[in-house]
């Protein structure tokens, strides 16, 4: 059934907006649709049935335009997403500023308290980078001590 055959006329129901510029459209709907509309256009913030209609087809066609293969978001889809991309990237900044104030001031402390050569530090870094590609940089600070710990035991026996 086309959209001809899915609306019928609101019985002279006009929209309260002004009609120049708008085009009338007899429509034939199915009973339970209509009652769907009357139930819902006062709680969807509409001032019409057909304020409510309209809104209603441009959803729709957004929506289809979604799956078209053209690539294109709605707009109201595309404000939301950018909103809250906007508000992660804002919280994982912050975010990462601290860890990385954090990580200086810990730097800072081993830096004073050791003396390390350049070679301590190649090895070490080294080290580095190959757990942090073994592991995707998800080792637990508990598991590096105790691989810390084992190694000491087993150079001490």
């Avoid at 909103?83 to 200086?104: N, P, Q």
């Avoid at 390390?116 to 090895?123: G, H, S, Y």
């Amino acid at each position: 059934m086309g959209w001809g055959g899915v609306y019928q006329r609101f019985g002279g129901v006009k929209d309260t907006l002004s009609t120049e510029n708008k085009d009338r459209l007899a429509l034939r709907m199915k009973p339970d649709t209509k009652r769907k509309i009357e139930q819902w256009y006062k709680a969807a913030g509409c001032r019409s049935k057909n304020q409510f209609v309209e809104r209603a087809v441009n959803f729709y066609v957004d929506h289809l335009a979604v799956q078209d293969d053209s690539g294109t978001l709605p707009r109201a889809v595309l404000s939301s997403l950018d909103g809250r991309l906007g508000m992660f990237e804002d919280r994982m900044a912050s975010l990462i500023y601290k860890h990385t104030v954090e990580l200086d001031m810990m730097m800072g402390i081993l830096a004073d308290s050791y003396e390390l050569t350049e070679e301590d530090m190649r090895r070490r870094r080294a080290e580095s980078v190959r757990n942090v590609k073994n592991t995707n940089g998800r080792m637990p600070f508990e598991q590096k001590v105790r691989a810390a710990n084992e190694a000491e035991d087993e150079w001490l026996d």
